[in-house]
């Protein structure tokens, strides 16, 4: 599934930074440097690396791994600098040393946005550590496993034949989520829904959910986050909900009930969670 990037595209977190275009030559710096990567970005590039690195020692039971999993569990579901043990801990110093890697320019009109930044990447960071909580099989962080498809998954499993999934606690466990009002309320509603999927060892892609959560915390583009994870929620029905339905209502059964041409920046709400359901 496509990102939709409509939302953030020119906002003061979501953007792509760029300088003008300079005619002076090459000892002014913005004609070395004319665009840097956005903010939300570098978000999931700290958050994909750094979790990759720990899941490969975690699951060859590297001893320093299983005690920083430990160790960074104490946060899922918190705030970043709200518990003093996880001050330093590696993802927000991996963040902080890219910060400092871009030009003034940049960081100075980054520096309100930096904390979203920081909140993003920890609660992003100690959420997979609680997901990965004595899995030493197989990695709980898997690229393109979107929130609203696992959420998906775990409805299918575990819903008996004919089942309305649209009606499950499930379900209202992800809506809860994209209604909610503050960090804080998101934090602890993904801690209970990651839980779940640690029950069920399904995974998720935690470096998309990372910039998902920084652009969250900018009110503008919030619509667009909840769009994302109530339209991963339906695309993710298929093949199991699609046969259900194609049967049900006697279509072929080749044919979609989801419309996937839809853009990714289409106004309506997907399964009602921009509108506050």
């Known amino acids: ?11 003061p977190i979501g ?22 990567p956005t903010l939300r970005a570098v978000v999931e590039q700290v958050t994909r690396s750094s979790i990759t690195r720990l899941q490969s020692r975690y699951l060859r039971d590297d001893p320093a791994a299983v005690a920083e999993l430990a160790r960074l569990r104490r946060g899922a579901g918190k705030r970043a600098h709200e518990v003093q043990d996880l001050w330093g801990v590696g993802p927000l110093d991996d963040l902080a040393a890219l910060l400092a890697e871009r030009s003034e320019p940049t960081r100075q009109r980054e520096a309100k946005a930096a904390e979203a930044a920081e909140e993003a990447v920890f609660l992003a960071t100690t959420l997979w550590a609680l997901h990965q909580q004595s899995r030493r099989e197989d990695g709980m962080h898997a690229d393109k496993r979107q929130l609203g498809g696992a959420v998906r998954a775990l409805i299918q499993q575990h819903a008996a034949p004919g089942a309305d999934e649209e009606n499950s606690p499930l379900r209202t466990r992800l809506v809860r989520v994209g209604t909610a009002e503050s960090l804080d309320s998101v934090a602890v509603r993904l801690r209970e829904i990651v839980l ?4 069920a060892s399904e ?17 503008p583009d919030r619509p667009g986050v909840q769009r994302e994870w109530g339209r991963e929620f339906h695309l993710a029905a298929a093949p199991r909900g ?28 997907y399964g009602g969670y921009a509108a506050g359901e």
């Open 1 to 11: 599934m496509t990102t939709s990037t409509a939302s953030g595209g020119d906002s």
């Open 15 to 36: 953007g792509t930074t760029q300088q003008p275009a300079s005619t002076d030559g090459p000892d002014n710096p913005s004609a070395t440097r004319s665009e840097e």
């Open 203 to 219: 995974p998720l892609d935690y470096a998309r959910l990372a910039g998902q959560l920084y652009r969250w915390q900018h009110r």
């Open 196 to 199: 779940l999927l640690r029950a």
């Open 242 to 269: 699609r046969k259900q339905r194609t049967a049900a209502d006697g279509t072929g059964a080749g044919d979609e009930v989801i419309d996937r041409t839809l853009p990714a920046d289409e106004e309506e709400t």
